[in-house]
């Protein structure tokens, strides 16, 4: 990579890896450490084809959920989240202050955390990086049929591991105050 190449790839990565941290964070189902290996090996493989390529970010994005996909079709046991006691359905009322997002937050991810991996990545696609289910097919290799099911089923299981939600979702038509880009709202 020439001094300019290299000098453009610093500036995208000091630029946009805090977007693409977030979205490697949703479909590691919360998991910061296995995040950031999944953001680096994507930022290695990107920096190699630098100057081939047209649309970093798409490009770099594509490349985390492939390599999400990889991971979860190994035959390694996938590690599991146990506890002792099932957390409070009972909290403050979701007001616009800056807790009761944060609060949301919070009770998302472990929602998520608790969701297969294809079920997380198929929910982050389609709800977090809003795609429709055409390019979700695409990017994960299999029908919009297959997306559809799996786009249901996931959200049947996520109401039923975290009712917590129900209680902590906004009203219809109330926005939330910070502008945060992480999930706050599960669409049927």
């Given at each position: 990579?020439?001094?300019?190449?290299?000098?453009?790839?610093?500036?995208?990565?000091?630029?946009?890896?805090?977007?693409?941290?977030?979205?490697?964070?949703?479909?590691?189902?919360?998991?910061?450490?296995?995040?950031?290996?999944?953001?680096?090996?994507?930022?290695?493989?990107?920096?190699?084809?630098?100057?081939?390529?047209?649309?970093?970010?798409?490009?770099?994005?594509?490349?985390l959920y492939r390599q999400q996909v990889?991971?979860?079709?190994?035959?390694?046991?996938?590690?599991?989240?146990?506890?002792?006691?099932?957390?409070?359905?009972?909290?403050?009322?979701?007001?616009?202050?800056?807790?009761?997002?944060?609060?949301?937050?919070?009770?998302?991810?472990?929602?998520?955390?608790?969701?297969?991996?294809?079920?997380?990545?198929?929910?982050?696609?389609?709800?977090?990086?809003?795609?429709?289910?055409?390019?979700?097919?695409?990017?994960?290799?299999?029908?919009?049929?297959?997306?559809?099911?799996?786009?249901?089923?996931?959200?049947?299981?996520?109401?039923?591991?975290?009712?917590?939600?129900?209680?902590?979702?906004?009203?219809?038509?109330?926005?939330?105050?910070?502008?945060?880009?992480?999930?706050?709202?599960?669409?049927?």
């Amino acid at each position: 990579m020439d001094a300019e190449a290299d000098e453009s790839f610093r500036d995208f990565v000091a630029n946009r890896s805090s977007a693409l941290l977030k979205t490697a964070v949703l479909l590691s189902g919360g998991d910061r450490h296995a995040a950031e290996d999944l953001l680096q090996n994507a930022l290695i493989k990107v920096a190699g084809r630098w100057n081939r390529v047209d649309e970093p970010e798409a490009y770099v994005r594509r490349i985390l959920y492939r390599q999400q996909v990889s991971r979860w079709r190994l035959k390694w046991p996938r590690r599991e989240l146990s506890v002792a006691e099932p957390p409070e359905t009972s909290g403050p009322a979701l007001g616009t202050d800056a807790s009761a997002a944060a609060e949301l937050r919070v009770v998302m991810r472990g929602a998520l955390a608790r969701l297969t991996a294809r079920q997380r990545t198929v929910l982050v696609l389609r709800y977090f990086e809003d795609l429709p289910e055409a390019d979700v097919a695409r990017l994960l290799g299999c029908s919009v049929g297959t997306v559809r099911s799996t786009t249901h089923r996931s959200l049947a299981r996520l109401r039923t591991l975290a009712p917590e939600l129900a209680a902590l979702a906004p009203a219809a038509g109330e926005q939330l105050s910070s502008r945060d880009y992480s999930p706050v709202e599960v669409r049927p």
